[in-house]
């Protein structure tokens, strides 16, 4: 296993348009979290899975976000109508368990034009 | 809410030299990571704090954390070019890791100069 693997790693897509993200988690990891990072900031909480059950999700995430982990390992991050104020990197971490470490993936960054 | 503020927002240091990166937090949590992360790339963990007094080292970089004053310490031992980056301290909301949702500081930008 070679770590959390995120799909794709760049995306330009035209403002009003929709984008998915895919994000595999390390096997075994039970707990999944998708962050977000604009220029120059630390990253932003969004959102996080323990299994499939998705168990809070940040103000942040308007009803233009979803995310999805339908069997309990991958999961997705949609947005839907991107606009400018989107573009960012979107960073998924699994950890093994609760209380245990998150370890980052390379993120998927955003460009909406 | 949680609130983590990291001090310096930047620092540029010569190779060689000693420096401390402060991170302060604003609720009681039991647990601090530490990340690097170079441009345009992902999140490295570098340290995970777990309790009061905690203090680990790799290389040139020590970190320690004060669960009482709320204080956690990036210490950078005669610096090289290669340590140039983005360190992150990022806190645990939740006490006793419940969520492991992170709450992160806005970052230090360390430039190395030779």
């Known amino acids: 296993d070679t770590g959390v693997s995120q799909d794709p790693r760049h995306k330009i897509t035209k403002r009003g348009q929709n984008v998915t993200f895919r994000c595999d988690p390390i096997?075994?990891?039970?707990?999944l979290y998708w962050y977000r990072q604009t220029l120059g900031q630390g990253p932003e909480f969004l959102t996080y899975?323990?299994?499939?059950?998705?168990?809070?999700k940040s103000r942040l995430l308007s009803d233009r976000f979803s995310a999805e982990r339908p069997k309990g390992s991958f999961s997705t991050l949609e947005i839907q109508r991107t606009e400018q104020g989107d573009s960012a990197m979107y960073l998924c971490?699994?950890?093994?368990?609760?209380?245990?470490?998150?370890?980052f993936g390379q993120g998927t960054r955003l460009t909406v034009v | 809410e949680l609130k983590v503020e990291q001090n310096p927002l930047f620092l540029s240091m010569q190779e060689g030299k000693n420096y401390t990166i402060y991170c302060n937090y604003s609720?009681?949590?039991?647990?601090l990571y530490w990340y690097r992360q170079d441009p345009g790339k992902s999140l490295e963990s570098l340290f995970v704090?777990?309790?009061?007094?905690a203090v680990k080292q790799e290389g040139r970089l020590m970190a320690s954390l004060d669960t009482k004053a709320r204080l956690s310490t990036l210490h950078i031992t005669a610096a090289v070019h290669d340590l140039s980056a983005t360190y992150f301290c990022?806190?645990?909301?939740?006490?006793?890791?419940?969520?492991?949702?992170?709450?992160f500081g806005t970052g230090t930008l360390l430039a190395v100069q030779p």
């Open positions: 096997s075994e990891h039970n707990r």
């Open positions: 971490a699994s950890s093994l368990m609760q209380g245990a470490e998150a370890f």
């Open positions: 990022a806190v645990d909301e939740d006490y006793g890791g419940a969520t492991n949702k992170l709450i």
């Open positions: 704090l777990l309790s009061n007094g």
């Open positions: 899975f323990q299994n499939e059950a998705q168990l809070e």
């Open positions: 609720t009681t949590s039991d647990r």
